[in-house]
C-alpha cells in the first residue's frame, strides 16, 4: 500500500465554480498523490461515498482528502493536513450563509449525548483541536479510520444521512430470527420444549447483541455528524486544524452594512488603490487623445 499518498476526490454540483477548481488543481502533491477526480451528484453524500468506494476499492492510497467544490482552497492544505501524522483532521471553513457567520465544526461531546453543540469560540491557532463533528469539504483521512467505520455499519452507506435511532445492525444474522420465528409457529404443535427453549433463547440473543437503542429518535443527522461519531466509536478522534483556512462559496445581497463593517481603515485602503488606479486611467486616456491630436495634425 502507498502509505503516505493521498487520493484527492472532489464533490458537487452541475454547477462549478471556476476559482474553486482552480484552487483544487493548484493544491500542493507529493510524488505518488493522485490527481484530483470530480463527481457531481444531486446529493454531496452519493458523490462522497462514490469516493469512499473508488478510493478503497480501485486504488492502495493510505490517505483520502476529500473537498468541496463551492469552496476556494489554499495551495498548502494537503501538506498542512498531512504533516500532522493523525488519521483523521479537518481544516476550517465556515457555514454557507452569512446571516450569521458560523464555523462549520462540532465541539467534542461524550459518547451518547446528544445533540452535538455547534462550535461558536474563535479557535485557538497554532495546535489541533479535538471535534465532535465536521463538515465533508476539507478532511484528509487514513485507511484505516474508513475500513474501521466500514466495519461498525455492517453494510450501511458509510456517508448518508441518518435517524440513528438504533446502531448499525446485521440484516442476515435478524432475517435468521424472522424464519427461525416462522417456523416455530409453523410447526408441530409437540416441539420438545428443551428444542423450544434453545431456539428461543438464540433468537433472543441475537436481537438483544443486534437491535440496540443509539439515539432513539428518527430525526435525520447530518452526514458531518453520523461519520465521526461511528469513527470514535471505533477509537478515532476527529481533529480539527484551524490554520488550514478555507473560503466558502456563498451568493447573498450585498448591504451598506457590509461596507459599514469593513471599518474605516480597509476603506481608506480601498479609496488609496482606487484612486490610484482612476490615475492611471487618466494617464493613459489623455495619452491616447493626444496621440490623436497630433496624427490629425
Known sequence: MAENSVYIGSAGADVEHGVSRDSIENIQRRPGDALPLYIRATKGYEARSSHMADWLEKTDHGYALFLDSDMVY????????????????????????????????????????????????????????????????????????????KEILKGEWPIIEDDMDIWPYDLKRLMKVVHGLEDLVNADPVIPARVLRSALKEYQEILTEEIKPLRGVNDPVGSDLRFPYFARAAGYKLMGDPDVRIGHIVHYPVNPDDYTGMGEEMRAGMQKEMNKKVRGARKRLTEHLNNLLRAGE
Not at 77 to 99: A, D, F, I, K
Not at 111 to 125: A, C, G, N, V
Not at 129 to 147: P, Q, Y
Request: aromatic share 14%.
Open 74 to 149: 489554499p495551495p498548502d492544505t494537503l501538506e498542512r493536513l498531512r504533516r500532522h501524522g493523525v488519521p483523521y483532521v479537518s481544516g476550517y471553513y465556515m457555514r454557507r450563509r452569512y446571516n450569521p457567520i458560523a464555523p462549520v465544526w462540532f465541539e467534542p461531546a461524550p459518547r451518547y449525548t446528544w445533540p452535538m453543540k455547534p462550535w461558536l469560540s474563535e479557535p485557538e491557532r497554532g495546535k489541533l483541536h479535538e471535534l465532535g463533528g465536521s463538515g465533508w469539504g476539507c478532511i484528509l483521512m487514513h485507511r484505516e479510520v474508513a475500513l474501521a467505520v
